[in-house]
């Protein structure tokens, strides 16, 4: 049976990877925080402590290396930026050094962050990133160590995840719903929502049938993060009154790209259909919440 190594394997993303892949892999998941899932097998591991991702590779033998933590408080972010960039940079370095010398093929979770929004259009793969937040910036770190240390590599860009077991946006609003008469919500940024389990189908994709390089994956069509909390009310049919607002009213501490669309250009030439409409991904998710 093959074996793939997946970072992060208790987060919302985690979780979804983890299920896709194991009715035919033997699964290792790696976290810093204990978890109980006896489908796999789980190792308590730093990735920022590079001996013990090291040691770990050929003690497996993996033929897949999932590699999907990360530090992902944007704003927190620019307070704890050496934390950030240890997580998401220098913990990639080392799971890349890793993979490079024992000749394991990597895929890394980036971000649309790797942006600065200011293209006007979707974003293609090969567009140059230009990072405006730390934690944008710590991950494109991360793609240089994976660019600059592996040949055998998929870079994997998503963007507005939403999912089971995780800090999200439609839970959110979802949470808000029920405690406050109004919700005020940014219209002037602009992306694409992506289901975890959508991405998490696509990432096995790549996996099994891509070539290495560079992807953009993310639910199609797109949306403002108020269009994307309306419909998250209407598909609940929740009246509740939302604003529209400025970025710059809510005075966080990371500035965030105006449009960070991805254009999945890479997986179409693959000759992969796109990933069905956000909205109709929306729908499952929220059945039964």
């Known amino acids: 049976m093959r074996k793939v190594i ?26 810093v925080k204990e978890i109980d899932d006896y489908s796999i097998e789980f190792i308590k591991l730093d990735i920022t402590k590079k001996d013990e991702i090291y040691d770990l590779i050929p003690k497996i033998n993996p033929d897949y290396f999932i590699h999907l933590a990360a530090y992902t408080d944007v704003d927190r972010a620019e307070i704890e930026m050496e934390k950030c960039f240890l997580v998401n940079a220098i913990g990639t370095r080392n799971v890349s050094i890793a993979c490079q010398r024992f000749d394991t093929p990597l895929l ?50 998503s963007s507005w995840l939403f999912g089971e077991g995780g800090k999200n946006f439609v839970d959110t609003i979802l949470k808000l719903s029920k405690r406050q008469p109004l919700l005020r919500i940014v219209d002037d940024q602009i992306g694409s929502p992506t289901y975890t389990k959508d991405l998490a189908f696509a990432i096995r994709k790549i996996i099994e049938e891509a070539g290495f390089g560079i992807y953009h ?41 105006e ?31």
């Not at 693959?270 to 929220?286: C, M």
Request: a positive charge; proline letters at 4%; glycine letters at 8%.
């Open 6 to 31: 997946i970072t992060g394997v208790s987060g919302m993303l985690g979780k979804e990877v983890k299920d896709v892949f194991k009715s035919d892999y033997e699964i290792y998941g790696i976290d």
């Open 108 to 157: 890394y979770i980036s971000t649309d962050y790797v942006f600065d929004g200011k293209k006007g259009s979707p974003y293609l793969e090969y567009d140059n990133p230009n990072p405006i937040n730390s934690y944008g910036m710590s991950k494109y770190w991360g793609e240089i160590f994976v660019r600059d240390l592996l040949q055998k590599f998929w870079i994997v860009r």
């Open 217 to 257: 994956i993310t639910n199609s069509g797109y949306c403002s993060w108020y269009e994307f909390a309306n419909e998250v009310l209407k598909m609940k049919k929740k009246k509740l009154e939302v604003v529209p607002i400025k970025s710059d009213e809510l005075h966080r501490e990371a500035k965030r790209p």
């Open 259 to 289: 449009d960070s669309r991805l254009e999945n250009f890479m997986w179409k030439l693959s000759g992969f259909k796109p990933l069905r409409d956000w909205k109709e991904a929306l729908k499952e998710y929220l059945e039964g919440k």
